[in-house]
């Protein structure tokens, strides 16, 4: 059973930079997309970025384009989530998630396999 394992959060400040980091456990990613999303009390969980198994594909959500960058190392079994230029309003859970097949999706029901989450905090 595959395991994605979010690491990298934590608190910062209004303008920092921050990379979180996605291990696959239990199993490799194979061959299939993996997204980031994120959650704060009382809201539904939303889209952030995806990338195709490849990388040749990604998506963003409106709110962080040109602010965040998804990528990842299929040698080292590993997806990154570069944010910069963080606001208070990204202050969140952040979810990684790694779907079967390989392309991209802002759809969380698409996703098969749910990592625990990350705190990101952004100070004001």
């Known amino acids: 059973q595959l395991q994605p394992v979010e690491s990298g959060g934590g608190l910062v400040q209004t303008g920092d930079s921050l990379r979180l980091s996605c291990a696959a456990s239990?199993?490799?990613?194979?061959?299939?997309?993996v997204g980031w999303f994120r959650q704060t009390p009382g809201k539904e969980r939303e889209f952030v970025a995806s990338?195709?198994?490849?990388?040749?594909?990604?998506g963003y959500a409106e709110p962080v384009k040109g602010r965040f960058t998804i990528s990842r190392d299929n040698t080292k079994n590993m997806v990154y989530l570069q944010m910069s230029s963080l606001k208070p309003e990204d202050t969140a859970v952040y979810y990684c998630?790694?779907?079967?097949?390989?392309?991209?999706?802002?759809?969380?029901?698409?996703?098969?396999?749910w990592g625990q989450g990350t705190q990101v905090t952004v100070s004001s």
């Open positions: 998630a790694a779907r079967s097949v390989s392309g991209t999706s802002s759809d969380l029901t698409r996703y098969d396999y």
């Open positions: 239990g199993r490799t990613f194979s061959r299939g997309a």
């Open positions: 990338i195709s198994w490849s990388g040749g594909s990604t």
